[in-house]
């Protein structure tokens, strides 16, 4: 089972890591990250990088495709090697999945059109743009899609996605593996529950994120 994880400068590390540390322990799992280049790609922090093993041309047809968020995913929305890719990928995988703004590369490559989806949720209306459907769930199973919410969503969705590739009792020996047992010190973890500053601020601080990379 090849796994494919494309990475990116500018990328959400969790996106990619969180289901990285749920899938790689799929017995028989091969987790690739690629790029359009190998070597070392910078987290939307700059404090972190991590490193493409292989190129989108040397792994043109996995099993599983998972495309993570960040404010990189601006860039790859326009670029033409990595929707290519996307598209050709998805043609013959059995799954193909993202976690927050990586739905926006999905939309972008024309995946989402007519599908109802989810990513990080102050994109969600975005999703229009692609033909899409946005619904404010942890995440969201569309035939052989699925997409799923901002940054820790991603490993729900990817245990529910090791269920489905391999029975519900391999991925909860893999939840309590990574003893993945969630109980967070606060009760804000989504905008339904934050109160308004609490948004407030985090639409601010991405506001200066953005326009530090302009």
Same mark, same amino acid.
């Given at each position: ?5 494309p ?6 590390a969790?996106?990619?890591?969180g289901?990285?540390?749920v899938?790689?322990?799929i017995p ?16 939307d922090?700059n ?19 998972l495309?993570g968020?960040?404010? *990189? ?9 990595? +929707?290519?890719?996307?598209? =050709? !990928?998805? #043609?013959?995988? @059995?799954?193909?999945?993202?976690v927050?703004?990586?739905a926006l ?21 975005t ?13 969201v199973e569309?035939g ?5 919410? *901002?940054?820790?969503?991603g ?5 529910m +996605?090791?269920?489905?590739m =391999? !029975?519900p #009792?391999?991925? @909860?020996?893999?939840?309590l593996?990574?003893e ?10 989504s ?11 985090v639409?601010a601080?991405q506001?200066?994120e ?5």
């Amino acid at each position: 089972m090849k796994i494919a994880i494309p990475i990116f400068d500018r990328m959400t590390a969790l996106d990619c890591i969180g289901p990285y540390e749920v899938l790689s322990r799929i017995p028989g799992a091969e987790v690739t990250f690629i790029a359009s280049e190998t070597g070392p790609k910078r987290a939307d922090t700059n404090m972190l990088s991590v490193s493409a093993d292989a190129t989108l041309a040397e792994l043109p047809n996995p099993d599983v495709i998972l495309i993570g968020g960040g404010y *990189g995913t601006r860039s790859l929305m326009k670029d033409p090697e990595m +929707l290519d890719w996307v598209r =050709t !990928a998805h #043609e013959t995988s @059995q799954w193909t999945t993202s976690v927050c703004t990586g739905a926006l590369v999905l939309g972008a490559a024309g995946i989402l059109d007519g599908l109802e989806a989810t990513t990080y949720w102050t994109e969600l209306e975005t999703l229009r743009q692609f033909g899409a459907t946005p619904v404010s769930e942890r995440f969201v199973e569309q035939g052989k899609v699925i997409t799923a919410a *901002g940054v820790s969503a991603g490993i729900d969705m990817a245990l529910m +996605l090791a269920a489905r590739m =391999t !029975a519900p #009792e391999v991925a @909860q020996a893999i939840q309590l593996g990574i003893e993945y047992d969630p109980q967070p010190p606060f009760d804000t973890g989504s905008p339904a529950k934050a109160p308004q500053e609490i948004q407030d601020l985090v639409r601010a601080a991405q506001r200066a994120e953005e326009q530090a990379a302009a």
